[in-house]
């Protein structure tokens, strides 16, 4: 009786923390042991046993994200070896769905709780700000299964939208001025309007079954 009230007690602090309901956390929870071997922590070799991961091109990105101390809220920089059960939920967090029931100042949190998640996924250095570099990276890694395009191109692409992205925080540019990147308050202005809330999800909650290792 002692042990069950404490992992219910445990549940619902776990439920306030994250906004999930025990029933989510359970199954999150079962997730969580498919994907450790029923370990007590995850390093990122067990995200190499998630299908639907493997094609998809900001995969390491991805999986980084999951052990990036930005979003463990442990540190302003550096990468964790391993994430206990716990951890996995604050990452996940950033995945749930909008709730009907949340009023505008909620609704506002939570966006921003996602845009910060997803630029960090952008700040590979860790410095507030997403240069032209890391911006051109991540629009390469999404068309580099594009047989159409050379690298030419590619990165014409990225220059491009990385201008655009400019001129929406900074006005119209002039040809000798220099953009230093866009940090998160530009990031939320270029998103204003998108509906990241419903755009962002992860499919691989779902319980199929996992490769073993080897």
């Not at 159409?148 to 655009?164: C, F």
């Amino acid at each position: 009786m002692g042990a069950s009230h404490s992992r219910s007690e445990e549940i619902q602090e776990l439920a306030d923390k994250t906004g999930f309901t025990s029933d989510q956390i359970e199954h999150l929870h079962r997730r969580f042991k498919q994907l450790s071997g029923d370990q007590p922590t995850i390093s990122k070799e067990h995200f190499d046993r998630i299908p639907d991961l493997e094609f998809n091109p900001l995969r390491a990105k991805i999986v980084q994200a999951f052990f990036d101390k930005r979003n463990l809220r442990e540190a302003s920089e550096g990468l964790a070896d391993e994430i206990n059960f716990e951890d996995f939920l604050t990452i996940m967090s950033n995945f749930r769905p909008i709730e009907m029931n949340m009023d505008e100042e909620q609704l506002d949190r939570f966006r921003k709780q996602k845009l910060k998640f997803l630029f960090h996924m952008y700040d590979s250095d860790s410095d507030g700000k997403i240069t032209l570099r890391e911006y051109r990276d991540v629009v390469q890694e999404l068309l580099s299964g594009n047989p159409h395009l050379d690298k030419e191109s590619v990165r014409s692409i990225a220059d491009g939208a990385m201008m655009e992205a400019a001129s929406i925080c900074m006005g119209q540019m002039e040809p000798d001025q220099v953009y230093e990147g866009i940090t998160f308050e530009d990031f939320l202005k270029i998103w204003d309007g998108i509906d990241i809330e419903t755009k962002m999800h992860v499919r691989f909650l779902t319980m199929e079954p996992i490769a073993p290792c080897h």
